[in-house]
């Protein structure tokens, strides 16, 4: 008697040899797009060359840019995840084209949403109980959804609060990492190429910073951590950070206090719905404080503590009432190690200070390692650091633009640039980013200028008049240099 034949599953079949074969797919698509982007400026570069008109040659790169733009949209809006992360790093409007800016600002928060009866699955094994008996509400429709997780709106049993509950993705993890090394083997091609930077240690550091982000145990005892400093030594914290729920926290479900606000990319819809003039002295003063009360946090975080949250990008930042500003997302945070708190804030000095002398003894302490390829060594070093370390451009730049030939990279090559310090560089451009979109021009490294007397003078390597906490606030909110 023949054996009963065996049942075969198709479907589940086709649905392995999928999920087997999707980090090829992948490879092999961001490979494709990258060469022809790659490729296309290229070319350009060279046809661009024979044309002597400037007002042609400007307007050819703008159409080129336009072109590229879309091609980068679609590449990280197709293959979403990591992607969504870069365009958030390069589409801002000190750093990239006007063209890309325009196209890679809506990416933002835009990854697709898992459905809700994934995250109600998800939910139920993390907490080990029925959904029904947690919550007393839960909001089907995500208030956002990102490259690792979405957020839900909800209640909990008893209750009068609302909170926002924070869920994975499933199954994103292996495929960031793919994106990631796919990445960095590109980078090093560039950085022998085109960019002299040491391009490849920045995206290890990006390697080792999202794969922290898949524990939010990580994330939420960091939140607790920034939040109890802040309010700390601050009478009145400058940013609002989230209160954690501890008993609703496991390594891929997040419990906080919800916190009612506005996205700051949505800020100026909010000011034209308010009937206010978005130039006149109300909301400038309003932006004003926004970003007093950001960079007050951020140097207090990175110069006295060391340990920062690592990603302003806008969707993590929400304006509430009164011009108050609320930090989120605290996946990416950096514990920076003393010698290099200490080397940052001398950087910081000699930046405010306008000390090309001190800016390259500081490069040479953080260990930052360079090669002139100019005359004048010390004033391009300076002009590099400022370019790297200040949210104000030097005078003459209004855009970072390292395929330029007169691009201080170009003229300063970076040949180490320690992982550490990516984080410190990546958070200093997004608050660039953002006052650049605010409409606001100013140095970081100015209002920091107390703070970082105040670190080296704890450590016994500062000279000069005694700093004192409250001098440091008063200094900050004293020295506002915006200037449209």
Request: net charge positive.
């Amino acid at each position: 008697m023949l054996p009963p034949p065996i049942a075969v599953d198709l479907n589940d079949i086709k649905q392995k040899l999928s999920v087997h074969f999707r980090p090829f797919q992948r490879s092999f698509q961001f490979w494709v797009r990258a060469i022809d982007i790659y490729t296309g400026y290229k070319v350009f570069q060279l046809r661009v060359n024979f044309v002597k008109d400037v007002q042609k040659q400007e307007a050819m790169w703008e159409r080129q840019h336009e072109l590229a733009a879309d091609k980068i949209f679609s590449m990280c809006s197709d293959l979403g995840g990591f992607f969504l992360k870069i365009a958030q790093i390069i589409g801002k409007p000190d750093l990239a084209p006007a063209a890309w800016v325009k196209r890679l600002v809506t990416l933002c928060d835009q990854a697709p949403a898992t459905s809700y009866d994934t995250v109600k699955l998800v939910l139920e094994n993390e907490l080990g109980l029925c959904i029904d008996d947690v919550f007393d509400r839960f909001d089907v429709e995500p208030l956002g959804s990102a490259s690792i997780a979405q957020v839900h709106r909800a209640r909990l049993k008893g209750d009068k609060d609302d909170v926002v509950v924070k869920v994975q993705h499933p199954g994103v993890q292996d495929l960031m990492m793919t994106d990631i090394r796919n990445l960095q083997a590109f980078a090093l091609y560039m950085q022998k190429t085109d960019i002299k930077f040491d391009l490849y240690s920045v995206t290890k550091e990006m390697e080792t910073q999202i794969g922290y982000e898949f524990d939010f145990m990580r994330e939420a005892t960091a939140m607790e951590r920034i939040r109890k400093f802040l309010y700390k030594i601050n009478k009145r914290t400058p940013v609002l950070v989230p209160r954690v729920i501890r008993n609703m926290v496991t390594r891929r479900v997040l419990v906080m206090e919800y916190i009612d606000g506005v996205p700051i990319m949505n800020l100026g819809d909010e000011i034209a719905k308010r009937g206010i003039n978005p130039h006149g002295k109300v909301a400038v003063a309003a932006k004003q404080k926004i970003l007093q009360s950001l960079t007050l946090a951020y140097g207090q975080m990175i110069l006295k503590s060391g340990f920062f949250h690592a990603d302003p990008h806008p969707g993590n930042i929400l304006i509430c009432k009164g011009s108050e500003v609320a930090l989120l997302d605290y996946g990416q945070v950096k514990d920076l190690p003393e010698e290099l708190r200490l080397g940052y804030a001398n950087l910081v000095l000699a930046i405010a200070n306008g000390d090309p002398v001190r800016a390259s003894e500081s490069y040479r302490e953080l260990g930052i390692d360079t090669l002139s390829n100019c005359e004048n060594e010390q004033q391009e070093m300076f002009k590099l650091a400022q370019t790297m370390f200040d949210t104000k451009l030097p005078p003459g730049v209004k855009m970072l633009q390292p395929f330029s030939e007169d691009s201080s990279i170009k003229k300063i090559a970076v040949q180490a640039f320690p992982e550490e310090l990516f984080s410190i560089l990546r958070t200093v451009h997004l608050l660039r980013g953002l006052s650049v979109g605010l409409g606001l021009n100013y140095s970081c490294a100015e209002q920091w200028r107390p703070i970082a007397e105040e670190a080296l003078s704890q450590a016994g390597r500062f000279k000069g008049k005694n700093v004192k906490h409250g001098g440091i606030i008063r200094g900050i909110v004293k020295s506002l240099f915006w200037r449209n």
